[in-house]
Each structure stands twice: as structure tokens, then as C-alpha cells.
């Protein structure tokens, strides 16, 4: 075959391959025909996030002399959305959620996540992630094909229909939708017993250095920078539409035998825990959802600890189990 025949055969598979992947389009915003958007009042949810832990990224991690967004904390995210207030991630950051029962791979979508977006093209995005053990995440395949030559600006615009599987494409009070039959075959979960949703904010910068990107290696595209204590994607709640009763009943069992003591514990004095399980380690939150510390320990010394509210997560052999312990 000469040269030129083999040139002009790969620029044409080469052309094909991008009208295949430019032409493509996704779900539109709310109200359009075609839609995935779930309101949040939408009988299919039968139960809402009931904890989360939020690790806060930078206002704008090209300017960290902004310091880390602050608007909101991780007590916001439990129950209905657009009912307590939203929790700000900022850039990278993430928030760990988990629930009553363990959500399940049923019939259509599984879970959905809202956003607090103002209107239908102020999108700022997320990955999300799912675990059945709280140490193994798993990502849900995400594509988009926002444009990465221009930086979408601090209050651009961004098109629902280039976005797919990424948490934040429709405004508040609607909630994108996602399918644990998509993430079924995965062996390092169980679809059927989903104990924790992770939601990490997407950096949607353009900028190589701190550009996120999908899972066809697409830069990601979204308003950024967005410098306020506000900033990144913001976490409103997530629905569950699906749930495992019986596995979540076990769930229970196992927390009944987890004792924490003394609790409430006066400042300085040491708090322990034991369970019938062997426990892994302990890390200890924030209300806020800040890490003040991780031990391996079966106990923790508060006395440079300041008075307040906390919630310690004690990971097990079998789950993770989360406790509101108060200093005084």
C-alpha cells in the first residue's frame, strides 16, 4: 500500500473517531425532554445520607494563601436535599458518605446526588465513587466533552448534554442519577451492598498541572477558579433509591457490639473502644470534617484535644463504624 493511501486511511479513521466522540450527546438539563434529573421530592428516594465526613480542598490550589473553603459542614449532607444547607468541598476535595442500610443494585438507577447550582449551565462537577468496606473505592466511568482550549471562567457556562456520570450536571434540588449495574462485574466491590459514596470535587481547571480528567483521559472543564469559602462542588444530599435491608440489619448487630466509653469524656481524660470485631484502626473527625488524628490504638488521649463534637470512624474487619463522641 503506498504512503499516501496509508496517510489518508488513518486521517479518515482519525476524523471518524472525533465526529463519533464530538456528536455525541448526553442527557439534558432539567425539564428537557430526555432528562435524568431527579427532584428531590421524587417518591423513588426511600432514605437519605444519615453521616459524612468532608475533607476540605483549597479555595483556588493555584493560590493556597486563599487558605481552604469553609462554607458549610458535613452535618448538611445528611438527610433531604435542599433542607440543611450544602457543604463547599473546594478544589479536590472530598466528602465520604454512608447510610442506614446499604444501597443495592436494583431495577434503573441506584442512587442519585445533588448539587446546589443555581441554574442549568453553572455546573460544577464531581467524581463519584462507591465502596462496600469503606477502604476499596470504585469510580464510576465518567465521560465529558467540554471544550479544553478555553477555560470555562469562575461563572461559566457548561452544557448538561457533554456531561455524563459526573455529580453536579443538574441545578439544586435535582439530583444526577447513577447505576451500580454499570460497576456490577467489578471485583473489588459488592453492588449489592454498597456502604459508602464518596464525592470528590473535579479541579476544573484547563491547566495540565492541576487539570482532572474522565475516564477517556478528557480534561475536565469547569467553572474554575471559583476563590471563595464557598468554592468547589457543593454537596447537598444523596438519594437512595435502592437499599438492602437485610445486609443493613447485620450492619446493625455489628454496631451494637462496638462500645465507645467514656462518652461524653471530660478533657484529658482517655476514651476507649472495643468491639466483638477486630478493629483496624480509628481516625477521629471534625464536625467540620476535618482529620485531627489516626491510630491504630484501641483508644484515644483527648488532652490536646479541644472541647467540642467529634465523630470517630473505627474501621473493622468487616465495616466502618462511625461514633459522635463529645469532649467537655
Request: charged fraction near 15%.
Amino acid at each position: 500500500m503506498k504512503p499516501k493511501t496509508i496517510y489518508l486511511k488513518l486521517a479518515l479513521l482519525a476524523f471518524l473517531y472525533s465526529f463519533n466522540t464530538t456528536a455525541q450527546i448526553y442527557a439534558p438539563a432539567v425539564g428537557q425532554p430526555g432528562t435524568s434529573a431527579m427532584h428531590k421530592d421524587s417518591s423513588a428516594f426511600i432514605n437519605w445520607v444519615n453521616y459524612c465526613s468532608v475533607i476540605r480542598g483549597y479555595q483556588d490550589i493555584s493560590n493556597s494563601s486563599l487558605g481552604y473553603a469553609s462554607a458549610g459542614d458535613s452535618s448538611m449532607v445528611i438527610g433531604q436535599a435542599a433542607t440543611n444547607g450544602v457543604v463547599s468541598l473546594g478544589d479536590g476535595g472530598y466528602a465520604i458518605c454512608t447510610f442506614q442500610f446499604p444501597i443495592k443494585n436494583g431495577p434503573g438507577n441506584d442512587f442519585a446526588v445533588f448539587e446546589n447550582s443555581f441554574d442549568d449551565t453553572f455546573l460544577e462537577l464531581a467524581f463519584v465513587e462507591v465502596s462496600s468496606d469503606g477502604v476499596n473505592f470504585v469510580r464510576f466511568a465518567s465521560h465529558s466533552l467540554t471544550d479544553t482550549t478555553s477555560q470555562t471562567g469562575t461563572f461559566g457556562a457548561t452544557d448538561a448534554t457533554k456531561i455524563h456520570n459526573l455529580a453536579g450536571k443538574y441545578r439544586g434540588s435535582y439530583g444526577t442519577p447513577f447505576d451500580l449495574q454499570e460497576l456490577a462485574s467489578n471485583p473489588n466491590i459488592n453492588a449489592n451492598s454498597i456502604t459508602h459514596v464518596k464525592i470528590i470535587d473535579v479541579i476544573g481547571s484547563v491547566n495540565k498541572q492541576y487539570a482532572k480528567r474522565d475516564s477517556y483521559n478528557n480534561i475536565i472543564n469547569d467553572p474554575w477558579p471559583t476563590p471563595f469559602p464557598s468554592g468547589g462542588f457543593d454537596l447537598d444530599a444523596i438519594g437512595v433509591i435502592n437499599q438492602n435491608t437485610a445486609i443493613g440489619l447485620k450492619e446493625n448487630i455489628s454496631e451494637k457490639n462496638m462500645s465507645v466509653y467514656p462518652n461524653p469524656a471530660n478533657k484529658g481524660e482517655q476514651i476507649n473502644f472495643n468491639s466483638s470485631l477486630e478493629i483496624i484502626s480509628a481516625t477521629l473527625y471534625t464536625i467540620e470534617g476535618e482529620k485531627l488524628l489516626n491510630t491504630k490504638n484501641k483508644y484515644i488521649n483527648t488532652t490536646s484535644i479541644p472541647e467540642g463534637i467529634y465523630f470517630l470512624e473505627i474501621t473493622t474487619t468487616k465495616n466502618a463504624i462511625t461514633k459522635k463522641i463529645i469532649i467537655r
